[in-house]
Nanobody, 121 residues
Framework: QVRLVESGGGLVQFGGSLRLSCAAS????????MKWYRQAPGKERELVAS????????NYTDSVKGRFTISRDNTKKTVYLQMNSLKPEDTAVYYCYALGPGSLNIMRSFWGQGTQVTVSA
């Protein structure tokens, strides 16, 4: 059974930090690229950060560059999102997303259940 379980969300003040974690199980984590998305109330879900299966390459949306860092530990089957200098506009539900090859090399994708991040002004 595939599971992506996010944790680490919460309420933080403007300028504070949070570290999100996403623990994976039920698939070969090291073969999958991992991404963090977020969705604010009334807005579309947006891609925040992504990391390749090896961790060798990362990408960020412009609004979080220099403040957020995505990383992964393939031995722990966990991906992280370190968020610093948080702003009220970072308030959203943050989702973990996995994309990679399944059997017969058919691409598969999975979503976590989300974790709420709220930044107070």
């Amino acid at each position: 059974q595939v599971r992506l379980v996010e944790s680490g969300g919460g309420l933080v003040q403007f300028g504070g930090s949070l570290r999100l974690s996403c623990a994976a199980s039920g698939f070969t984590f090291s073969n999958y690229a991992m991404k963090w998305y977020r969705q604010a109330p009334g807005k579309e879900r947006e891609l925040v950060a992504s990391i390749t299966n090896s961790g060798g390459s990362t990408n960020y949306t412009d609004s979080v560059k220099g403040r957020f860092t995505i990383s992964r530990d393939n031995t722990k089957k966990t991906v992280y999102l370190q968020m610093n200098s948080l702003k009220p506009e970072d308030t959203a539900v943050y989702y973990c997303y996995a994309l990679g090859p399944g059997s017969l090399n058919i691409m598969r994708s999975f979503w976590g259940q989300g974790t709420q991040v709220t930044v107070s002004a």
